[in-house]
């Protein structure tokens, strides 16, 4: 046999990134591709969650928002190839992530590096408090020619699905290289299930005589998703002389994503009969909390949900490269549109039994340690699901949303090198420059109770007709009640119409005139930024001590016009309640200086002591600068159909909305890192770093009582006083911490990667006028780490990762927050979680090679609590997922 040649391969990947990070001008770290279409982890976040410091958040078991130091994915700023990117929006429900970049989106196939900039340097975009994270494509003049092509299958445990995937890259350069093109494509599908048991809080009752947190409810979600992301890029690259180059880059993704969710809510705490329909003698309470028991009556909720999300990304970016008389002038552009809507708007069929029928009754045990086991004991009903009649449906509701986000960017960089001393320091360039930035964001939401056509019922047997999987829940529930059948949701969508507005249930925002709700919902905000930098890098040399440093200042304006609707209460002579909508403009300005100082010792050969001090920012999330209000979605249904009843009836929990606050001030933070890297070798080095932020202006919500417009079927105008939480700048925050880090391998072929960070945080704030108290913050584990051995000999290559992050606490959608944690014992947390994944690879010859990859292939699953360990709040379960397939490179 011919022998085989390997190109890539995963330890090859770490010396890439060992080779940016010791070449980096300040604190930083990276990950590489070993070859083009051979990135090290099979989702972006999931390869950046090996760097020290850095953790993610997965949706379905896929790495989405990027956490570093303890801050979250607000306190990021990301850029492709040094420009900035438009954000996709969260449209499947009322939350929104603002400025908090969704690495889903970009495919790993098409990246050639990532750099994790954790001291900032002056001329470095602005907006991350947390770090840089550029995203990098490569050039066609720094590569060989080549064809790379990936096939592979992807299958899903939970279920059972084998879908396509592939891609192809490629790139060519005249024989000059003074031209070349680079291009590929990328297609990636999963059809995945998740399934989630959750209580949805807790409320004290009196059980027995005695008054215990009793779970509002057990609410059990069963999400399945068909998810596909196209992809696209290419660039062309011109260097006709040495003093003068341009590189076009363009990436285009498309990431579409079926959802189909069914959920089953058992009445308990959140019901104010609670306490006479519990069996006493079913009653298990443990430290305070309800841990078992049984109904007799009650309500059980019955609802499914469907949409179709499809979330575009376009960025284009042109930049020269021109050396005139010394000075090396780099202009550049960028436009980047980040678009998300639903080509199925959200579909919402609301159904159940009758208040405390007859007969009916359900239960639930959490067993002896929920949280820990990941597991509930039990939950069981007498009703038949698998009835048609067992239920029935009371609405049939709609929520189209639109999201376009776009950026423009111009930059412009001047630098010149020096030779000039000045005593034991040499200058030895100068930079400066600047930038320019207009970027927009219009967020529009409509919602839409639809009625049923005449001569249709839904209840009966055709509208219920469709099996659930059988294996929902049975990693998370020991004992279940038989899941039964689901809603035909097609022939639902065709069932109803609004009177003289729509006929189609699949309207989009811009086909339904908006009412005064809708237009309170809904949002634009427009954001200038200019900024200014001047940079010095110097070097010297101390007793044998090699140095190397720049020094900086960044000037940064920002400019913000928020655009929504206020709606208050007006009064007829009769005194009906009227609806008066007001336009509003929100217009706000704030400057701030950005220093910035890195020194880059050079103790002894191969051993580098990094120092560095900053300034940075992080402006509010878009979302929180909004004038919008949004109540209870779920309250302004029941209100509608019902009226003033379903106020005077509803639970506190229900009388709740969020809002935005456009005169939110930035975050700012004075940093301090200092590193020690010992590279022994190619392959091997070790590590640690400390860093401290003291952050100001830090932003909490705080919930205050507001009245409240709601729309009624019959026409009339409601008021209600909902307590409605705000974003406002409450305190001063503090995050410091410590990481480690290293890679090693032996010349037999073994080796070893591994981080860990150790974190501390905590914020002083304002919880109520001149109450200052002290609170966490959300996001921010203690502890995370990541363990990736490996074993490279001749044409076979394995690696494992296992990689842990403990307990932080999140928002309502299990997503690390931007903000202050105020009340602790209500706090959502999402306990410590692990996951081990896998990749393989045997190159068969030089030019194919046959891999396998597992993602979570221990099959955990991810447990949240509210407040402590003693009062479970979510299990989920999305189980391991595995890709086979074939490489080739010509």
Same mark, same amino acid.
């Given at each position: 046999l011919d022998e085989v040649v390997v190109t890539g391969s995963f330890a090859?990947?770490?010396?890439?990134?060992?080779?940016?990070?010791?070449?980096?001008?300040?604190?930083?770290?990276?990950?590489?591709?070993?070859? $083009?279409?051979?990135?090290?982890?099979?989702?972006?976040?999931?390869?950046?969650?090996?760097?020290?410091?850095?953790?993610?958040?997965?949706?379905?078991?896929?790495?989405?928002?990027?956490?570093?130091?303890?801050?979250g994915p607000n306190f990021q700023s990301v850029t492709l190839n040094g420009s900035p990117i438009a954000y996709n929006e969260n449209i499947r429900n009322s939350d929104q992530s603002g400025r908090q970049f969704q690495f889903r989106v970009i495919p790993a196939d098409l990246i050639s590096a990532i750099v994790v900039t954790k001291a900032p340097t002056a001329d470095l975009l602005?907006?991350?408090?947390?770090?840089?994270?550029?995203?990098?494509?490569?050039?066609?003049?720094?590569?060989?020619?080549?064809?790379?092509?990936?096939?592979?299958?992807?299958?899903?445990?939970?279920?059972?699905?084998?879908?396509?995937?592939?891609?192809?890259?490629?790139?060519?350069?005249?024989?000059?290289?003074?031209?070349?093109?680079i291009a590929g494509v990328s297609l990636a599908t999963r059809d995945v299930q998740f399934d989630r048991v959750q209580t949805t809080g807790y409320t004290n009752r009196v059980v027995n005589g005695v008054t215990v947190a009793v779970p509002n409810e057990i609410q059990m979600t069963l999400e399945r998703e068909e998810r596909e992301r196209i992809s696209a890029m290419g660039g062309l690259s011109w260097r006709p002389t040495a003093e003068f180059a341009a590189r076009l880059d363009v990436l285009y993704s498309r990431f579409s994503n079926i959802i189909d969710e069914d959920?089953?809510?058992?009445?308990?705490?959140?019901?104010?009969?609670?306490?006479?329909?519990?069996?006493?003698?079913?009653?298990?309470?443990?430290?305070?909390?309800?841990?078992?028991?049984?109904?007799?009556?009650?309500?059980?909720?019955?609802?499914?949900?469907?949409?179709?999300?499809?979330?575009?990304?376009?960025?284009?970016?042109?930049?020269?490269?021109?050396?005139?008389?010394?000075?090396?002038?780099?202009?550049?552009?960028?436009?980047?549109?980040?678009?998300?809507?639903?080509?199925?708007?959200?579909q919402r069929i609301s159904g159940g039994t009758a208040e405390n029928p007859a007969g009916l009754t359900y239960s639930f045990d959490f067993g002896d340690d929920p949280v820990g086991n990941r597991r509930y004991a039990s939950v069981l009903t007498n009703l038949?699901?698998?009835?048609?009649?067992?239920?029935?449906?009371?609405?049939?509701?709609?929520?189209?949303?639109?999201?376009?986000?776009?950026?423009?960017?111009?930059?412009?960089?001047?630098?010149?090198?020096?030779?000039?001393?000045?005593?034991? $320091?040499?200058?030895?360039?100068?930079?400066?420059?600047?930038?320019?930035?207009?970027?927009?964001?219009?967020?529009?939401?409509?919602?839409r109770v639809w009625t049923v056509r005449p001569g249709v019922n839904v209840n009966t047997p055709d509208f219920l007709n469709s099996q659930l999987p059988r294996n929902a829940f049975n990693q998370s529930v020991s004992n279940l009640y038989n899941m039964g059948l689901t809603y035909n949701r097609d022939l639902f969508g065709q069932s109803y119409y609004i009177p003289n507005e729509s006929d189609d249930t699949n309207?989009?925002?811009?086909?339904?005139?908006?009412?005064?709700?809708?237009?309170?919902?809904?949002?634009?905000?427009?954001?200038?930024?200019?900024?200014?930098?001047?940079?010095?890098?110097?070097?010297?040399?101390?007793?044998?001590?090699?140095?190397?440093?720049?020094?900086?200042?960044?000037?940064?304006?920002?400019?913000?016009?928020?655009?929504?609707?206020?709606?208050?209460?007006?009064?007829?002579?009769?005194?009906?309640?009227?609806?008066?909508?007001?336009?509003?403009?929100?217009?706000?300005?704030?400057?701030?200086?950005?220093?910035?100082?890195?020194?880059?010792?050079?103790?002894?050969?191969?051993?580098?002591? !990094?120092?560095?001090?900053?300034?940075?920012?992080?402006?509010?999330?878009?979302?929180?600068?909004?004038?919008?209000?949004?109540?209870?979605?779920?309250? $302004?249904?029941?209100?509608?159909?019902?009226?003033?009843?379903?106020?005077?009836?509803a639970a506190p929990s229900a009388l709740v909305g969020v809002g935005g606050n456009p005169e939110l001030s930035p975050y700012t933070s004075v940093n301090l890192d200092a590193s020690l890297e010992w590279y022994f070798n190619d392959f091997g080095a070790l590590y640690g770093a400390v860093f401290r932020k003291d952050i100001s202006d830090f932003i909490g919500g705080i919930a205050r009582p507001e009245e409240i417009l709601f729309a009624t079927q019959a026409g009339a105008t409601l008021t209600a006083d909902l307590l409605i939480t705000r974003p406002q700048n409450i305190g001063d925050a503090t995050v410091q911490g410590i990481e480690f880090g290293g890679s090693w391998k032996m010349d037999w072929g073994f080796g070893i990667a591994a981080s860990a960070t150790f974190t501390d945080s905590e914020a002083e704030v304002e919880a109520t006028p001149g109450n200052i108290i002290t609170a966490g913050l959300q996001g921010v584990s203690d502890t995370s780490y990541s363990i990736s051995p490996f074993f490279e000999r001749g044409p076979f290559e394995i690696h494992f990762s296992y990689t842990y992050r403990s307990d932080f606490t999140a928002n309502g959608n299990i997503t690390p927050g931007s903000n202050a944690v105020i009340d602790e014992n209500s706090a959502i947390v999402a306990d410590g979680f692990g996951a081990l994944d896998f990749?393989?690879?045997?190159?068969?010859?030089?030019?194919?090679?046959?891999?396998?990859?597992?993602?979570?292939?221990?099959?955990? !699953?991810?447990?949240?609590?509210?407040?402590?360990?003693?009062?479970?709040?979510?299990?989920?379960?999305?189980?391991?997922?595995?890709?086979?397939?074939?490489?080739?490179?010509f």
């Open positions: 090859t990947s770490l010396a890439d990134a060992l080779t940016i990070k010791r070449r980096a001008d300040s604190i930083s770290d990276a990950v590489s591709a070993a070859d $083009i279409g051979n990135f090290p982890a099979v989702n972006v976040a999931e390869a950046l969650q090996r760097v020290p410091g850095v953790s993610i958040s997965r949706e379905a078991g896929e790495g989405q928002f990027v956490s570093v130091r303890g801050l602005d907006g991350g408090i947390g770090s840089n994270i550029d995203i990098r494509t490569a050039d066609a003049l720094d590569t060989e020619q080549f064809v790379t092509m990936r096939a592979y299958t992807h299958y899903e445990d939970r279920t059972e699905a084998n879908t396509p995937n592939g891609s192809i890259s490629a790139g060519w350069r005249n024989a000059d290289r003074t031209f070349g093109i959920r089953i809510s058992f009445g308990l705490g959140g019901r104010s009969d609670f306490s006479t329909r519990l069996v006493g003698s079913s009653a298990r309470v443990e430290n305070g909390v309800l841990y078992a028991g049984q109904i007799n009556g009650g309500r059980i909720d019955r609802n499914a949900e469907y949409s179709e999300q499809q979330h575009e990304n376009i960025s284009i970016r042109a930049e020269a490269d021109w050396d005139v008389a010394g000075w090396t002038i780099t202009p550049s552009i960028s436009y980047s549109e980040a678009s998300s809507f639903l080509p199925v708007p959200l038949d699901f698998g009835s048609p009649t067992s239920t029935t449906v009371s609405a049939y509701r709609t929520r189209p949303i639109n999201s376009e986000d776009n950026d423009t960017t111009a930059l412009l960089n001047l630098g010149r090198d020096f030779d000039a001393d000045f005593g034991p $320091i040499t200058l030895s360039s100068i930079a400066f420059g600047g930038q320019y930035t207009d970027r927009s964001r219009d967020y529009q939401r409509r919602d309207a989009q925002s811009d086909d339904l005139v908006p009412t005064g709700a809708d237009l309170q919902q809904s949002y634009g905000v427009d954001e200038e930024i200019t900024a200014l930098y001047g940079r010095a890098d110097f070097s010297g040399d101390f007793g044998g001590v090699s140095l190397d440093g720049n020094l900086g200042l960044r000037w940064v304006s920002t400019e913000t016009l928020v655009k929504g609707t206020l709606l208050t209460a007006g009064r007829t002579p009769l005194g009906a309640v009227t609806t008066i909508v007001t336009p509003q403009t929100f217009e706000g300005s704030y400057e701030e200086f950005l220093p910035t100082l890195n020194l880059n010792f050079e103790l002894r050969d191969n051993l580098l002591l !990094r120092l560095g001090a900053s300034r940075t920012l992080t402006r509010p999330s878009l979302a929180d600068l909004r004038t919008a209000v949004v109540p209870n979605s779920s309250l $302004i249904t029941q209100v509608f159909l019902n009226g003033q009843t379903a106020l005077d009836n990749g393989a690879s045997w190159q068969v010859t030089d030019t194919f090679q046959i891999f396998v990859e597992g993602t979570n292939i221990t099959d955990e !699953r991810q447990a949240v609590y509210q407040g402590n360990e003693d009062r479970p709040f979510q299990i989920h379960e999305y189980g391991p997922s595995y890709n086979l397939g074939l490489r080739a490179t």
